[in-house]
């Protein structure tokens, strides 16, 4: 029960009604035993900094920060990650002395996901589907994790060399290769793994894929579709009939939400039978339409 004691965290977002960060953050709450609420805060864009300021002079412990603040936020910090700042954008907000301390937790929170789908990245021929926001967290992550090769396949071929160029830079070699999408029969590899990055396919556009031809998905043994609503994508549908390994972006969704709630909660873990159950919670949220 809420007390004088009970910290607080929240999201902030605008819109903010669809978010289920509230719903799985006060599950894991409930969960391990800590005293903490997690509240929705619907924040305009040009009230972000009266936003983080306020929410200091409140003692929130911790927020969540997503579209469309992710990268506005950052200039109201009074500290920044490594990694969230070689990405360019800030999902949570660990409150610290003299103001927040901005984190990614998108970028782990994928890695954590596709190792508990079996993709590995070490090594690999990986294609990057999209060459935006959550493209950039993704970028990241496979250049972070040794994959030898990215083909950045984007519709705007400026945007795949800005990021590529990006993260090039902050590796110092050329892990990142940009192309337009329309070019992926050039790509000589098979066995890629894939991560798709953008929003084609997403509810309620079920039956769109940025790519669409066969021949593409017969270069993929493993394919991670960032999206999650439909459950099945058709990009995943694609795949799988060509062979490959699939998963959607919910555990990235419910890891990048355990790792910003372990670093709100030093020495807490969320334990891996509670990570399931609040999977299954989403599920069900999702269900009308999965
Ligand atoms: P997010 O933060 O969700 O990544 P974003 O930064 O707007 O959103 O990026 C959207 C990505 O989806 C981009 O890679 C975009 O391609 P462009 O850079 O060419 O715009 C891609 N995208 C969106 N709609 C698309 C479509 N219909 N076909 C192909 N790519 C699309």
């Known amino acids: 029960m809420t007390s004088g004691k009970t910290s607080v965290c929240g999201v902030i977002a605008y819109p903010v009604e669809h978010s289920m960060s509230p719903m799985m953050h006060n599950f894991f709450a409930e969960q391990t035993g800590v005293d903490l609420n997690y509240m929705p805060f619907k924040v305009k864009p040009e009230q972000v900094k009266e936003a983080v300021e306020g929410a200091f002079a409140l003692n929130i412990l911790g927020l969540n920060v997503t579209v469309p603040h992710k990268q506005a936020v950052m200039e109201h910090l009074a500290a920044i990650d490594d990694a969230a700042a070689a990405i360019g954008a800030v999902n949570t907000l660990v409150r610290q002395e003299n103001g927040y301390k901005g984190y990614n937790t998108d970028a ?16 690999r021929t990986c294609i990057l589907l999209g060459a935006g926001g959550a493209a950039k967290a993704a970028a990241y992550v496979l250049a972070k994790e040794g994959a030898a090769k990215v083909y950045v396949l984007n519709r705007s071929l400026e945007r795949a060399k800005i990021l590529s160029e990006e993260i090039n830079g902050r590796f110092g070699k050329e892990i990142l290769f940009p192309m337009k999408l329309e070019d992926w029969r050039e790509i000589p590899e098979k066995g890629c793994l894939a991560v798709q990055s953008t929003s084609v396919g997403m509810h309620p556009h079920v039956d769109e894929a940025v790519i669409e031809d066969e021949a593409f998905y017969e270069k993929l043994s493993d394919a991670f579709d960032i999206v999650y609503t439909p459950m099945e994508t058709r990009f995943m549908k694609l795949a799988s009939a060509a062979g490959a390994r699939v998963s959607n972006g919910l555990s990235m969704l419910l890891y990048q939400g355990i790792i910003a709630f372990e670093l709100w909660n030093p020495g807490v873990t969320v334990s891996e039978e509670t990570a399931e159950r609040a999977k299954k919670l989403l599920i069900d949220f999702l269900g009308g339409k999965a």
Request: glycine content about 18%; proline content about 6%.
């Open 108 to 123: 782990p929170g994928l890695l954590r996901a596709m190792t508990e789908a079996g993709m590995t990245v070490k090594g």
